[in-house]
Nanobody, 124 residues
Framework: QVQLVESGGGLVQVGDSLRLSCAASGLTDSNYAMGWFRQAPGEERQFVAG????????GYAISVQGRFTISRDDAKQMQYLQMNILKPDDTAVYYC?????????????????WGQGTQVTVSP
């Protein structure tokens, strides 16, 4: 049984940094692409960042390019999202996701496994 558990969210001020972590268990091999999505109140869940199975390819939503960095450590079965220069618009619940494919995608319906989410609140 695959389980994803996020951690690292919290309340920060504009311009601060946070690093979200996602602990994965039950993945039978490393051929999983991973992603981060976020959902603000009243909005749909949106793609934030993705990373392919080897870590050689990453992608970001335009709104976070240059500020967020996704990474993975397969030896520890961990995925990370380093978030810098946080803005109030980054306030949302952040979800870790995994799909049994080598490439990441922006389409949330193509991710089979999801974490429970971690709240990030950026205060003006």
């Amino acid at each position: 049984q695959v389980q994803l558990v996020e951690s690292g969210g919290g309340l920060v001020q504009v311009g601060d940094s946070l690093r979200l972590s996602c602990a994965a268990s039950g993945l039978t091999d490393s051929n999983y692409a991973m992603g981060w999505f976020r959902q603000a109140p009243g909005e749909e869940r949106q793609f934030v960042a993705g990373i392919n199975w080897s870590g050689s390819s990453t992608g970001y939503a335009i709104s976070v390019q240059g500020r967020f960095t996704i990474s993975r450590d397969d030896a520890k079965q961990m995925q990370y999202l380093q978030m810098n220069i946080l803005k109030p618009d980054d306030t949302a619940v952040y979800y870790c996701a995994a799909r049994a494919a080598m490439a990441w995608t922006t389409n949330r319906s193509e991710y089979k496994y999801w974490g429970q989410g971690t709240q990030v609140t950026v205060s003006p």
